[in-house]
């Protein structure tokens, strides 16, 4: 199994609606290369009107899908209403367990694998939102919980109410604000997930020219800058699992083959030692209300 998702946030922006079958493409030819961990949201819709849009792509694709789809790990998430929507956040009891209905139905499932706090709201306390997943887990509606965009003592204090299993966090050449919470999650045994790998949709196809030593090391081994950058955050520890974004078969099959790829120690040193840019990617997004 490849110790790679498949992010599927861009299938659902405004120039892709009218592309549904190479989006429905693209996330089969993810699970026909091994790919057996799909992050989607109910948020990732191309307007506030098509909460879920995302996440019935990702149940179409699995039912059609020839293979297993039960060996596939499905994430959502919830507390983000969408993010043209104001307020966009809604952490109480009541609206993470209508998201999370909404998302059992959108996924045509009984049961969500992985279920995220997307971002926590501001106006609740944060243990209290995690305390309305692990309720959602006890009813049987959640197999596992994860929180994103999270710092080090807002984990601390979740794993105090419930079991934590991922932590999604942005992480990349560019941004690497999450180094503190992935050390924390490699001690805690959590699974880490760097969100947007590649600095971003808009900004992806800049990770050669950006990043010199990144182009460098692609084309000592023959192979893309997106390999190289994923079996970079793979070294990061085995608690790692990027989830690159895709759009389209070419780039996920090719995103997927980074498993195999080998750096040596000169060429991770000298990854390792580029400048990222900034702290985040959605500085404003990132606001922290009271923990307890
Ligand atoms: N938790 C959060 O708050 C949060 C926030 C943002 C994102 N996320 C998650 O993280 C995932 C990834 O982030 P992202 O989609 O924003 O950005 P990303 O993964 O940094 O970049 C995605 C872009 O990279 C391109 N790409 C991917 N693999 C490639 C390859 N091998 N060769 C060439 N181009 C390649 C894709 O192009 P094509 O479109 O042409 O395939 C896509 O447009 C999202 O899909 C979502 O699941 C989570």
């Known amino acids: 199994m490849a110790p790679i998702g498949l992010g599927a946030m861009p299938m659902s922006w405004p120039d892709m609606v009218e592309q549904r079958d190479r989006a429905l493409d693209t996330i089969t030819a993810a699970l026909d290369a091994g790919c057996r961990h799909i992050d989607t949201s109910n948020a990732y819709a191309p307007d506030r009107h098509s909460v879920g849009h995302n996440e019935a792509l990702v149940a179409e694709a699995l039912r059609a899908w020839s293979g297993d789809a039960g060996d596939v790990v499905v994430a959502t998430k919830g507390g983000l209403v969408n993010t043209d929507a104001v307020p966009d956040r809604d952490g109480s009891a009541a609206g993470l367990r209508r998201a999370c209905e909404a998302s059992l139905i959108a996924l045509d ?46 984990l601390d204090a979740a794993m105090r109410v419930a079991p934590i299993s991922a932590v999604q966090n942005e992480y990349s050449p560019r941004f690497r604000e999450g180094a503190e919470v992935l050390t924390a999650t ?12 590649f600095g971003g949709g808009d900004q992806a196809n800049e990770l050669g020219s950006r990043y010199a030593p990144f182009a460098e090391v692609a084309g000592e081994h023959g192979v893309s800058v997106y390999q190289v950058c994923l079996a970079w955050l793979l070294d990061l520890g085995e608690h790692v699992i990027p989830i690159p974004g895709s759009t389209r078969r070419r780039t996920i099959e090719d995103s997927l083959a980074a498993w195999s790829l080998e750096l040596t120690d000169e060429q991770r040193a000298a990854l390792d030692a580029t400048e990222p840019e900034g702290t985040s990617q959605y500085p404003d997004d990132m606001e922290v209300g009271p923990i307890r």
Do not use: C, K, M
């Open 186 to 197: 490699a001690d805690a045994g959590i699974a880490f997930l760097p969100w947007s790998p």
């Open 109 to 154: 499932t009984d049961r969500i694998d992985l279920y995220y706090l997307h971002r926590a709201d501001p106006t609740h306390p944060f243990v209290a939102q995690v305390e309305h997943l692990e309720a959602l887990r006890a009813d049987g509606l959640i197999g596992a919980i994860g929180l994103s965009n999270i710092s080090v003592e807002q």
